[in-house]
């Protein structure tokens, strides 16, 4: 089982940036995959970054060049750097561990605001 406790959202201008963190109850080399999902108002949850166990790195279109994954092994956590912050950045943004045992497990933190406006 893993516990995740997600961090870091708030409210900045366009054109800002913020560090959402994700900290997780076992140790994330044990993990198959983490990643950023985030969900608008009226939208579908959509993945944002992830990265493995093995250090491949996946990212949406929207957010290429501007957002990056990271993970930091002796803190058990995964982070989120977003920068150049659009209005359409605006979701509840959520943390995610696939766990690849037996079986595939997903498990997911409770979510951070995240809001974009002038």
């Known amino acids: 089982q893993v516990q995740l406790v997600e961090s870091g959202g708030g409210s900045v201008q366009p054109g800002g940036s913020l560090r959402l963190s994700c900290a997780a109850s076992?140790?994330?080399?044990?993990?198959?995959?983490m990643g950023w999902y985030r969900q608008a108002p009226g939208k579908q949850r959509e993945l944002v970054a992830v990265?493995?166990?093995?250090?491949?790195?996946n990212y949406a279109d929207s957010v290429k060049g501007r957002f990056t994954i990271s993970r930091d092994n002796a803190k058990n956590t995964v982070y989120l750097q977003m920068n150049s912050l659009k209005p359409e950045d605006t979701a509840v943004y959520y943390c995610?561990?696939?766990?690849?045992?037996?079986?595939?497990?997903?498990?997911w933190g409770q979510g951070t605001q995240v809001t974009v406006s002038s």
């Open positions: 995610n561990a696939l766990l690849i045992r037996t079986v595939v497990t997903d498990y």
């Open positions: 076992r140790s994330i080399f044990s993990i198959n995959a």
């Open positions: 990265i493995t166990s093995g250090g491949s790195i």
